[in-house]
């Protein structure tokens, strides 16, 4: 993301920025090359009129150059005004080393290497334990031996985006959701069990109008029925309105399928991942009953 004021931003966010416009800058010059390369062979082929046609997409891949290198100026001079800061690199084969520039002399300029920022102004000595074995000797050359011989904890900027988006799908799900108030699966007798908020609401409804309507029909002759969707409404809407409440524990199985103690419930911390971000979760806050309800 463009960063307004770097005097302000963490050295992390600085280089993200940088990696960022790196490859950007990287694509952009590809274009140019391809692109020119292309024009002297058509030039040379006598189809400069195909060549033109080229122009404005070479100009284009120009400007998107020259606006990288605008946008990376202010921040590399924030890195030269700090008087620059840690920073790491892993190259990307398997059994990759971790080097603390790309100028190590244990690389070659074709190496292919992943900035990882989420390191950037990080203590070196953090950065070789997190490395481990990974860490390049010429780079790291007074590394403990007994840090040489642990496994890479170091994720790559691709593990974390992967990461983040699980992280994001855990949540989008946890919003759909919906249990019993005690986090059991919520079950009904004229809906069976239902799973999302959506499912809930519409058969809240439904139950509603249906029980009104037989009510019309002839209360004696379908007093049970009406009965039966009456508990439904009843049940279905206990279960809305804890919705709106924020968990404050885990209930050991409030989504069907964890089991208590399973990989839903054991994250850190008194609530699991997915009670957390049921909690975050904005949607939860202005659930709207309906003005007329006859059974609240
Ligand atoms: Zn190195
Ligand atoms: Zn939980």
């Known amino acids: 993301m463009p960063i307004d004021d770097p005097t302000t931003a963490t050295p992390s966010e600085i280089d993200e920025e940088l ?18 390369a292309r024009v002297h062979r058509l030039v040379n082929d006598g189809m ?44 990307l084969n398997t059994g990759g080393h971790v080097h603390r520039t790309m100028e190590c002399r244990t690389c070659f300029p074709s190496t292919r290497f992943a900035w990882l920022t989420q390191l950037s102004g990080h203590d070196e000595t953090e950065i070789v334990e997190q490395a481990g074995k990974a860490a390049c000797t010429e780079c790291y050359p007074s590394a403990p031996v007994d840090i040489r011989n642990q496994p890479r904890r170091i994720k790559t900027p691709e593990q974390l985006a992967r990461e983040a988006e699980k992280a994001e799908r855990a949540k989008a799900k946890a919003a759909k959701a919906i249990t019993a108030p005690d986090g059991t699966p919520l079950r009904t007798k004229g809906y069976g069990q239902i799973d999302t908020e959506f499912t809930a609401r519409r058969s809240y409804l439904d139950a509603l109008a249906y029980a009104r309507y037989l009510t019309r029909a002839s209360i004696a002759h379908h007093r049970d029925t009406i009965a039966e969707y009456r508990e439904d409404a009843q049940l279905i809407l206990a279960a809305l309105a804890a919705l709106a409440a924020p968990r404050t524990t885990c209930a050991p199985n409030w989504l069907p399928r964890s089991k208590p103690g399973g990989s839903a419930n054991t994250s850190s911390g008194a609530l699991c991942r997915l009670c957390l971000a049921w909690n975050a979760s904005p949607a939860y806050a202005p659930i709207r009953f309906p003005r007329e309800d006859p059974y609240r």
Do not use: M, S
């Open 48 to 91: 400069a009129e195909y060549a033109t046609e080229l122009q404005p997409r070479i100009e284009q891949a120009r400007q998107t150059i020259a606006e990288c290198e605008a946008a990376a100026r202010p921040l590399d001079a924030e890195f030269e005004r700090r008087g620059g800061w840690t920073r790491a690199w892993l190259v």
């Open 19 to 36: 990696a960022r416009l790196g490859i950007e800058h990287a694509k952009a010059t590809d274009t140019v090359n391809g692109l020119t």
